[in-house]
């Protein structure tokens, strides 16, 4: 009969401890964040916000990830090409060659896109973490919105108005979005021309359509906003350029 | 965010699998392999989410979360009630510890990105904040057509899931503070609830991906394929990445969770033509309906995977799943139009059928170089040609040299391929434009169940060369 075996501790293996420990001080640095709301934590004269630590972890991830790699993975992976990839090639006829090549590429184009977005949002916060909400400087083509949601909330009595916009796209959808619960209006024939006009910002015209006619004229917008009796906020290239007064 | 408001979406992300995993034991067809089972489960309980949000505004055009949280905890006892039929969760291992912890590090990365995009805002956004800020769909925006807002005609399925993560996120403004606001950022900062659904909608990748893995784990890929798994299993997060990655779209619109769904209505029809039964039927009815409550786009990958049945699946077994498929898609359809009475659609939104009824032979002609052309522009800048081509070149191939449910997997990838590319022929818009900005979302909807087919394209291919024959059979689904 043999003597039991002492019980040994498993062995943790470097990647798996790196990551528990970066995950774990990501909690912890969140938690900590969550009380100080998105101004951030007070550390002594430093200032922790959010979006640094955000932004920190993450990097810190790759950078462990690529000494393991250098380290560790490296051999393991040359173990894997030889064991696995290559006796698959040599037992493969031409067309299976070419499909096991094809189906690499793939692979690694996927892996690359799939990388694609963690890269997007960490330079986002990298180069966005002072700001509370950066949702708001993502307009792409509607530079107008907080120019137009200014000149929307500093009107007295602060109310719905009707908007007329000159700007890279002139739907107002995205200042209706930040907008609301305060609404937009546009009279029919701006609106309709504005989702005709967004179309040709490719410079590919349709062979098939007739060109998208001129803008309506400005006194369109000016009489239905008399008819519903609310202000005109017009505005052009991000600037309001005019704010009519409200009809009663 | 508040904290609390942190904390009870944490509990949605977890009740919404549990939720959907209790349905699928309900209706006993619980996937065997558990990341299969976690992935259809969240599908499950989305498809529950929006049905039981859409039933409420179909009655009388009110937003009820507490209807849908109710729904979602009422199918809680389906796992208690049939736990011994629940997937056995290995440990975590080795690798299996590193992709765990990395895709969760990744998550929160891509989650701690703003909610960006046009569709995001201006279509889903602003519904989701009326819905939430006025209870039903009977306030202005919804019912005055010269409000600023677009596409009236979108069912509502993601503007309500949104409004529910808004409901449960509350918000760090006060009405005071809003009230006191003068610039866009303080005003935004109060009413920014549904915002806190861009971090919520990476479940549905995390879904997408274990529905891929679990396809490939269960045809008993282990270890030594671990690089393989890896590989294939980026390619459903690669294809969602244009939705996170601010190319057009994000996550905050209705791409994402309609690939889940239409991925998980490809793997149940599937298992459905191998093994009917009334669970399986009902479960694709229900993956079917939800489908249509999140977009309008459903109707075409259901056109192509009913067609794909027709012309791949052998008569005994079709039956039952086009029937399934087509009951969903009319049960939706009726939740959508119910709920839709209430509002007005706007004269501005897309005019497809007079586009339809004015095209003419020469008109076709003239568009089809420009749709060719623009469709590969589109998707070369938004890295979804090397999917694609993945996907003429191996999958869809492979699937047509097979009979059975490969041959309809990838019948019914090629006709969704061809049918969209070739809807843009008829388009009411200037035809460039709208192929640059709506294509490659059409596409990617098939791009889900593309990824099953190749996941089993790619395993058959680097099976190792003595076990290449004979062809090892599937385990038999539950």
């Known amino acids: ?248 | 965010m508040t904290a609390t408001g942190t904390l009870l979406l944490l509990l949605l992300a977890v009740l919404v699998p549990a939720a959907g995993l209790g349905l699928l034991l309900l209706l006993r067809c619980c996937p065997r392999e558990p990341w299969a089972a976690l992935g259809l489960g969240t599908a499950a309980g989305l498809a529950a989410l929006c049905l039981s949000l859409s039933l409420s505004l179909a009655w009388d055009g009110s937003f009820s979360p507490v209807l849908g949280m109710s729904v979602l905890v009422g199918l809680l006892p389906g796992l208690w009630l049939a736990r011994t039929s629940l997937p056995r969760w290995p440990r975590p291992r080795g690798l299996g510890w590193v992709l765990l912890l990395g895709a969760l590090l990744l998550a929160q990365t891509v989650a701690s990105a703003p909610m960006r995009g046009y569709d995001a805002k201006a279509i889903y956004g602003i519904k989701a904040k009326a819905l939430l800020h006025e209870g039903s769909v009977r306030g202005p925006l919804f019912t005055q057509r010269d409000v600023v807002h677009y596409h009236s005609d979108y069912p509502l399925g993601v503007p309500l899931v949104m409004a529910t993560v808004g409901w449960l996120a509350g918000t760090d403004g006060s009405p005071e503070r809003a009230a006191a606001a003068t610039d866009g950022v303080s005003w935004s900062a109060a009413h920014d609830q549904v915002e806190a659904y861009v971090p919520f909608a990476v479940l549905w990748v995390l879904a997408l991906v274990a529905l891929v893995g679990g396809a490939i784990r269960r045809r008993g890929v282990t270890h030594p394929a671990a690089l393989l798994l890896l590989l294939v299993m980026a390619l459903p997060t690669a294809l969602a990445m244009p939705f996170a990655a601010g190319r057009s779209w994000t996550w905050a619109g209705a791409d994402l969770p309609l690939i889940l769904l239409l991925t998980a209505v490809a793997q149940v029809a599937l298992t459905l033509l191998r093994a009917p039964s009334p669970g399986r039927g009902l479960l694709l009815l229900l993956l079917c309906g939800a489908a249509v409550t999140v977009k309008n786009d459903a109707w075409l990958a259901f056109l192509s995977l009913g067609a794909a049945l027709l012309l791949g699946a052998l008569p005994r077994a079709r039956l039952v799943t086009v029937g399934s498929v087509l009951l969903g898609a009319l049960l939706g359809a009726l939740l959508v139009k119910a709920g839709g009475r209430f509002g007005v659609g706007a004269p501005f939104d897309e005019q497809w059928l007079p586009a339809v009824l004015a095209a003419t032979p020469a008109s076709l002609a003239l568009r089809a170089p420009l749709v060719l052309e623009w469709a590969g522009n589109t998707l070369s800048q938004r890295g979804l040609l090397l999917p694609l081509l993945g996907m003429a070149a191996l999958a869809v191939p492979f699937g047509l040299a097979h009979r059975g449910p490969r041959r309809v997997l990838a019948l019914f990838v090629w006709l969704h391929l061809l049918g969209c590319t070739a809807l843009f022929l008829f388009s009411p818009n200037v035809v460039t434009w709208h192929v640059d900005t709506a294509l490659p979302r059409l596409f990617a909807h098939a791009f889900g169940p593309g990824a099953l087919l190749l996941a089993d394209a790619l395993i058959t291919l680097w099976r190792r060369p003595s076990t290449l024959s004979p062809v090892p059979q599937l385990p038999p689904p539950r």
């Open chain 1, 1 to 248: 009969m043999t003597a039991p075996q002492p019980l040994r501790p498993q062995p943790v293996s470097l990647p798996v401890a790196i990551l528990a420990t970066l995950l774990a001080l990501d909690l912890m640095l969140l938690a900590l964040l969550w009380t100080g709301g998105p101004s951030g934590w007070s550390l002594g004269p430093v200032r922790l916000l959010p979006g640094y630590v955000e932004s920190a972890v993450p990097l810190a991830l790759v950078l462990g990830l690529l000494c393991w790699g250098a380290r560790v993975g490296r051999p393991r992976l040359a173990e894997l090409t030889r064991t696995q990839l290559l006796t698959r090639w040599r037992g493969a006829g031409p067309v299976r060659r070419l499909a096991l090549m094809a189906s690499v590429i793939l692979g690694l184009g996927a892996v690359d896109e799939a990388l694609q977005a963690p890269k997007a949002a960490l330079r986002i916060r990298l180069t966005q973490a002072a700001q509370p909400q950066p949702s708001l400087t993502y307009n792409r083509d509607n530079r107008h919105v907080p120019e137009l949601l200014a000149a929307l909330l500093q009107q007295s009595p602060r109310g719905d108005a009707v908007v007329l916009v000159d700007d890279d796209d002139a739907r107002a959808h995205e200042a209706a979005y930040y907008a609301y619960p305060l609404l937009l209006y546009m009279a029919p024939e701006q609106r309709a021309w504005s989702l005709r006009a967004r179309m040709d910002h490719l410079g590919a015209p349709d062979p098939t359509l007739a060109p998208t006619a001129p803008a309506p004229a400005m006194h369109l917008s000016e009489a239905f906003a008399d008819e519903r009796g609310m202000r005109l906020l017009h505005v052009s290239r991000g600037d309001v350029i005019s704010l009519g007064a409200t009809r009663p």
